[in-house]
């Protein structure tokens, strides 16, 4: 049972909030009754941030923002062709995912993770892909990220994949999408 969401001055939740049409939204959820309720798997901690308070969660925020930038903690991002250092960012807020929604998530990730792995190491193996003319040679032979010097260095490797990330989403209808895929090394300075 979802308790309502408190709404107004002094809330976390502005009076402006509602239902925005065609999104989905992770902290609230339409009731039978028709009002906002906190979902479920937000409620305990959605009660705690209530008792903290926006102000002390602006202070924490702003708090971990200047701890960040006193350290030097950032990330490297090419914009226009250029590296540049950009102040990393944590949000106090963490993002709620209920057990059976990370559940099938985990699992569609560990399936993407396996065929990437199984691509890369048929590319610098035995290129059944290329052969049975599902990937044009070109395509990856003329790639520049293609390293003919490692062609077959993955044949006896259990997994070839050192690295896989993903960036998922969530539709309107409440399913989740992977929107990209990443192999390569994270950036950083």
Same mark, same amino acid.
Do not use: C
């Given at each position: 049972?979802?308790?309502?969401?408190?709404?107004?001055?002094?809330?976390?939740?502005? @009076?402006?909030?509602?239902?925005?049409?065609?999104?989905?939204?992770?902290?609230?959820?339409?009731?039978?009754?028709?009002?906002?309720?906190?979902?479920?798997?937000?409620?305990?901690?959605?009660?705690?941030?209530?008792?903290?308070?926006?102000?002390?969660?602006?202070?924490?925020?702003?708090?971990?923002?200047?701890?960040?930038?006193?350290?030097?903690?950032?990330?490297?991002?090419?914009?226009?062709?250029?590296?540049?250092?950009?102040?990393?960012?944590?949000?106090?807020?963490?993002?709620?995912?209920?057990?059976? =929604?990370?559940?099938?998530?985990?699992?569609?990730?560990?399936?993407?993770?396996?065929?990437?792995?199984?691509?890369?190491?048929?590319?610098?193996?035995?290129?059944?892909?290329?052969?049975?003319?599902?990937? @044009?040679?070109?395509?990856?032979?003329?790639?520049?990220?293609?390293?003919?010097?490692?062609?077959?260095?993955?044949?006896?490797?259990?997994?070839?994949?050192?690295?896989?990330?993903? =960036?998922?989403?969530?539709?309107?209808?409440?399913?989740?999408?992977?929107?990209?895929?990443?192999?390569?090394?994270?950036?950083?300075?």
């Amino acid at each position: 049972m979802s308790e309502a969401a408190p709404r107004g001055r002094g809330s976390l939740i502005g @009076p402006d909030y509602g239902d925005r049409v065609g999104t989905w939204d992770e902290l609230l959820a339409t009731q039978a009754n028709g009002t906002l309720g906190v979902r479920e798997h937000w409620q305990r901690l959605f009660g705690a941030f209530e008792q903290l308070g926006a102000r002390d969660l602006e202070t924490r925020r702003q708090e971990a923002r200047r701890l960040f930038r006193e350290n030097g903690v950032s990330y490297s991002a090419a914009t226009e062709g250029e590296a540049r250092l950009r102040p990393f960012e944590l949000d106090p807020v963490p993002y709620l995912i209920p057990a059976s =929604d990370w559940a099938r998530m985990e699992s569609g990730l560990n399936q993407r993770a396996r065929l990437l792995d199984a691509i890369l190491k048929d590319l610098y193996g035995p290129r059944h892909l290329i052969r049975g003319g599902m990937v @044009p040679p070109q395509l990856i032979l003329r790639h520049p990220g293609f390293l003919l010097p490692a062609d077959a260095s993955l044949v006896e490797a259990q997994a070839g994949l050192a690295m896989y990330a993903a =960036d998922v989403a969530r539709g309107a209808d409440g399913a989740f999408r992977v929107v990209s895929d990443r192999t390569q090394s994270p950036s950083g300075p």
